[in-house]
């Protein structure tokens, strides 16, 4: 089973950026669809960037030209780079994935990691 870990979250300015890191233990990682998702508490857990196996990246409005999506399947690590960050960015992100997209997508995932928290806030 490929476990994951989530890093590089932190108290940010508005207008100001972070990367968010997600390491992927084992050797399957290539063939994963994998997703940042994000989650305030209350509410239920949105999916914010998507990045297939053939690197086709896709994000939800909000985000778009704003966050990019990028996999190192030699490292078995998937980035999230955060610009431009606003307060309503606040959340815990977790990143996941898997072998079917559909899954990635749609957030249907058994386990979850700890996560890593973003704060927007001057």
């Known amino acids: 089973q490929v476990q994951f870990v989530e890093s590089g979250g932190g108290l940010v300015q508005p207008g100001g950026s972070l990367r968010l890191s997600c390491a992927a233990s084992?050797?399957?990682?290539?063939?994963?669809?994998m997703g940042w998702y994000r989650q305030v508490p209350g509410k239920q857990r949105d999916v914010v960037a998507v990045?297939?196996?053939?690197?086709?990246?896709n994000y939800v409005d909000s985000v778009k030209g704003r966050f990019t999506i990028f996999r190192d399947n030699a490292n078995n690590t998937v980035y999230l780079q955060m610009n431009s960050l606003k307060p309503e960015d606040t959340a815990v992100y977790y990143c996941?994935?898997?072998?079917?997209?559909?899954?990635?997508?749609?957030?249907?995932?058994?386990?979850w990691g700890q996560g890593t928290q973003v704060t927007v806030s001057s």
């Open positions: 996941n994935g898997d072998d079917s997209i559909s899954t990635v997508l749609r957030a249907d995932f058994a386990s």
């Open positions: 084992g050797s399957i990682f290539n063939i994963f669809a």
């Open positions: 990045v297939t196996r053939d690197y086709t990246m």
